[in-house]
């Protein structure tokens, strides 16, 4: 049977529980134990599928098209699982399938309630699909003490009863804030986090207490007196230097020791070499790239977190540092000399995927100054649809065209998919579906065209499988005119049907893709489309 590691956070939001987390199971991994790791979200939407990036960072995809907190891209980063539809759950989705059932009389009658209903639903979540794992992993968003969090602390309590405390363990990630006009370390704070977490019922077995200074034995002997642990269960997190830091920073202060020790298991020491590998790359560099992502979002970078991490993950692959410079699109809407000032330096041009109209303008001048100034460029989603909009505009001879996206137009170069084949048959939406409906989501191949430049990046592959997250397509109709203007399509739906890729033969690196190549990275196995455009980026690099 799994063991169960339940994971909550206390003080304030924001400490790092999905880090801790995949770094637990890293080390864990790294030991020879097999591992999955689950998100248990409090919010009442169903996925974060429609919430704004600004309110949410970026909506992670599984290759079974889940739309998933971005936590579980740290989850696949650190360990290499595969997420999967039923590693992510939230209130809403609870909720959703409770009254479902309720609606279809399922509860013979019954007064459905928190207790038992929804937490026996959060219970079934967290006990599903877990066959041959030695380790489950379980992560609470939010903070103890909010209301929204109540069953599923509740549900951690019925659990640990079922299971046996043998089988299961709760890790508190906690704050030890240091008062700069005391000069010292408070403790306070994490004792009243671990009581009102008791106060529930549920008696954390370890403490991970994140601190920006040293946590003296002495504080760490407080923590444990008033908050029924162990001083060894103390574990201090330090901030570092880069999350890749941080499973190794982990095993040194004994945190999978203890996980170890609570559950009575001997293991060999962890096999540490790749983390050891990923910080001599991180640390040494041999040169510096930089790189402009034009997008819409740029003031959150969490609403980019997997391809900041992709961009590391092609810098780790060729030993270079990556500078980001994160640039607003519509600068460059309102201000032509901008683009060349803010691009001109740079050694490359990505632009990412998004969602409507706000900065179209100024991605498309974006990419224009990529083709015409010979930059290495990579547009992914939508980048890849404002690819196709300026190649049609600027060598195609179509002058008017745009995106259906954006409104009317009489030449949708790019427009609304209602109807596409996946492996479970013919998918069909309609444009007045629910936002959270009609996209395609997941993993799907490709077939790549022979002796093609993305042919070479994925070492001759003829198919590929990448994951999508999108609502719009490029219209096949335009690609005879796309290509008589040099635009070449050179991935395709196994159907022939929907463009995948596009690229410039008659480029240094021009490569634009349908799909999210950045949510399949890790840092020990970097995406070969990033690490062949921060490849092209360097070679700029020494041109300039």
Same mark, same amino acid.
């Given at each position: 049977? =799994? ?9 304030? @939001? ?7 987390? *995949? ?12 591992? %999955? ?55 809403? %989705? ?55 969090? &109540? ?6 309590? /019925? ?35 671990? $009581? ?23 504080? $760490? ?27 190794? /920073? ?21 096999? &540490?070499? !790749? ?16 790189? *402009? ?47 060349? =000032? ?15 109209? %706000? ?36 060598? =195609? ?57 993305? @042919?070479? &990046?994925?070492?001759?592959?003829? !198919?590929?499988?990448? !994951?999508?997250?999108? !609502? ?41 893709? /349908? ?26 690099? %020494?041109?300039?």
């Amino acid at each position: 049977m =799994a063991r169960f590691i339940f994971i909550t956070g206390g003080v304030v @939001s924001s400490l790092g529980k999905g880090l801790m987390a *995949a770094s637990l199971a890293a080390l864990l991994q790294a030991r020879g134990y097999t591992v %999955r790791i689950r998100k248990f979200d409090p919010y009442l939407n169903v996925d974060p599928g429609t919430m704004s990036p600004y309110q949410h960072g970026e909506v992670y995809v599984t290759d079974d098209g889940a739309e998933t907190d971005l936590d579980l891209g740290h989850y696949e980063r650190f360990t290499g699982v595969n997420a999967r539809q039923s590693d992510n759950v939230t209130s809403g %989705r609870i909720y959703q399938q409770i009254i479902a059932r309720e609606r279809r009389g399922d509860y013979l009658g019954a007064t459905v309630q928190v207790i038992p209903h929804v937490t026996d639903a959060i219970k079934a979540f967290a006990l599903a699909d877990t066959e041959g794992l030695d380790f489950v992993l379980c992560e609470i968003g939010g903070t103890v003490g909010d209301i929204e969090s &109540l069953p599923f602390i509740e549900a951690i309590r /019925q659990l640990r009863n079922e299971l046996g405390r043998e089988n299961t363990a709760v890790v508190h990630v906690t704050l030890v804030p240091y008062i700069s006009a005391a000069g010292e370390l408070k403790t306070k704070p994490t004792q009243h986090s671990v $009581r009102e977490l008791t106060s529930l019922g549920v008696q954390p077995d370890l403490l991970l207490c994140r601190c920006e200074h040293p946590l003296p034995a002495t504080e $760490r002997a407080k923590i444990a007196l008033f908050c029924n642990v162990r001083p060894e269960a103390v574990i201090q997190a330090l901030d570092a230097a880069s999350i890749y830091a941080v499973p190794p /920073q982990y095993h040194a202060e004994g945190l999978d020791a203890e996980v170890l020790r609570h559950f009575g298991l001997e293991a060999p020491p962890p096999d &540490l070499a !790749r983390w050891t590998d990923i910080l001599d790359r991180y640390n040494h560099p041999e040169g510096e790239v930089t790189i *402009a992502v034009v997008g819409k979002y740029v003031g959150l970078p969490d609403a980019y977190k997997s391809l900041n991490e992709a961009l590391v993950h092609g810098g780790l692959a060729n030993r270079v540092k990556v500078a980001v410079r994160w640039i607003d699109a519509e600068v460059f809407e309102q201000d032509d000399s901008a683009i060349t =000032a803010q691009l001109e330096p740079m050694h490359g041009i990505l632009v990412p995927g998004g969602f409507g109209e %706000r900065g179209s303008e100024g991605k498309i001048a974006s990419v224009r100054f990529a083709r015409e100034r010979r930059l290495p460029f990579l547009g992914i989603c939508l980048g890849m649809q404002m690819a196709c909009i300026e190649a049609a505009r600027n060598t =195609a001879g179509v002058s008017g065209a745009s995106s259906t996206e954006f409104g009317p137009t009489d030449e949708p170069v790019v427009g609304i998919i209602t109807e596409w084949m996946s492996s479970e048959g013919l998918q069909q939406r309609s444009a007045q579906g629910d936002l959270g409906g009609t996209m395609r989501l997941g993993a799907y191949e490709a077939v790549l065209a022979g002796n093609s430049h993305v @042919s070479r &990046l994925y070492n001759g592959a003829t !198919r590929i499988s990448e !994951r999508h997250r999108h !609502r719009y397509e490029v219209n096949v109709a335009y690609r005879e005119r796309l290509e008589q203007g040099g635009l070449v399509f050179s991935g395709m739906s196994p159907d022939g049907l929907l463009p995948e890729i596009v690229e410039r033969p008659d480029h240094p690196w021009f490569v634009g893709v /349908q799909f999210h190549p950045e949510l399949k990275s890790k840092p020990f196995d970097p995406h070969p489309l990033f690490a062949g455009f921060i490849a092209a980026a360097l070679r700029q690099s %020494r041109l300039v």
